[in-house]
């Protein structure tokens, strides 16, 4: 496996925000790097269900480096985030 290393300034730093969804869930979402081809040039957040563990996490990709990402997640109000989670894609 080879890959270029993520420089220290592009490093996200990890904030968890936590809301419900319609049905009552409630979710906290974080800021990783992204999954695929290129993820260390784009950030996603992971959504896990923590009220039931079963249910499939989800992920919502951002079309930003990992540091931007985790910067833009934390100045998204609870109604961005809320959006965000309607776009994201199950696991």
């Given amino acids: 496996m080879t890959g270029d ?3 220290d300034d592009d490093t996200p730093r990890m904030e968890t925000r936590t809301f419900e969804d319609e049905r009552g869930r409630r979710w906290a979402g974080s800021v990783i790097s992204g999954r695929f081809a290129g993820g260390e040039q784009r950030g996603e957040v992971i959504f896990v269900c923590e009220d039931a563990p ?3 996490k989800r992920f919502a990709r951002l079309e930003s480096t990992p540091a931007r990402a985790a910067a833009e997640w934390r100045s998204m109000d609870e ?7 309607r776009e994201s894609e199950e696991a």
């Fill in 54 to 56: 079963g249910e499939s």
């Fill in 79 to 85: 109604a961005q985030v809320r959006a965000l989670f």
């Fill in 5 to 7: 290393a993520r420089r």
